[in-house]
């Protein structure tokens, strides 16, 4: 089975600090996908990667960045944590091109106080 | 950007009755999914299905491409059924792409 894990379920940060959000892929995927979640909006795409050391902005970047030093893991930064990117985030992975079937991590939690 | 619209937003049944989830978008697609979200966050792929009919257990999907919408039928639910319904797409861009768009979600 795939298995795409998340480092943290559950974070609590206070504004101003720097949040690291871990993903990694057991599959050797070379698509990656950070989404976050929000009542109401449903999932947004913040950043992606089709490769190592490629990365690509999703619909909204604004306030992150990532990381993808290898293929199995994908990071995301939140540079100076505000509280509203209080969410839950999601990771994900899918292999190739488009029309393949994307997985996803169980999320993580963040709450920025 | 391509358009996905999902209806209804909430949905209330009783466990042993059918429904049906709706998914319209906007454009042509290459690539449309459904996803579960159980009530613990996990979101789970249930059809890849850009075209046609498929059926997994309890659960089905038809997609008509052709006018652009798809449903996902649950027949007999149950409360494990509970949740999130997701619809994805990825619009045809000719090279293919990488990103999926989300619906908003039926909530079960």
């Known amino acids: 089975d795939v298995k795409v894990t998340q480092s943290s379920r559950y974070l609590v940060k206070r504004t101003g600090e720097k949040v690291f959000l871990e993903c990694v892929q057991d599959?050797?995927?070379?698509?990656m996908f950070w989404y976050r979640q929000d009542p109401g909006l449903g999932l947004r795409l913040i950043y992606f990667?089709?490769?190592?050391?490629?990365?690509e902005k999703g619909d909204i970047p604004e306030g992150y960045s990532v990381s993808r030093e290898k293929k199995e893991r994908f990071s995301l930064i939140l540079e100076s944590a505000s509280t509203n990117q209080t969410s839950m985030y999601l990771c994900?992975?899918?292999?190739?091109?488009?029309?393949?079937?994307?997985?996803f991590g169980e999320g993580s939690w963040l709450t920025v106080v | 950007g391509i358009q996905v619209e999902q209806s209804p937003p909430d949905l209330i049944l009783q466990e042993g009755a059918n429904s049906t989830l709706r998914c319209n978008f906007s454009?042509?697609?290459?690539?449309l999914q459904w996803f579960h979200q159980n009530p613990w966050g996990q979101l789970i792929n249930l059809f890849y299905?850009?075209?046609g009919t498929k059926q997994n257990g309890r659960l089905s999907a038809t997609t008509v491409a052709t006018e652009r919408y798809s449903l996902l039928y649950i027949s007999s639910s149950q409360t494990t059924d509970s949740g999130v319904y997701f619809c994805?797409?990825?619009?045809?861009?000719?090279?293919?792409?990488?990103?999926?768009?989300f619906g908003k979600g039926t909530k079960l």
């Open positions: 454009d042509s697609v290459n690539n």
């Open positions: 994805a797409v990825d619009g045809y861009s000719g090279a293919g792409s990488y990103q999926l768009t």
């Open positions: 994900a992975s899918s292999f190739g091109r488009a029309g393949n079937t994307i997985y």
């Open positions: 599959m050797d995927h070379e698509n």
């Open positions: 299905i850009p075209s």
């Open positions: 990667s089709y490769d190592v050391k490629m990365k």
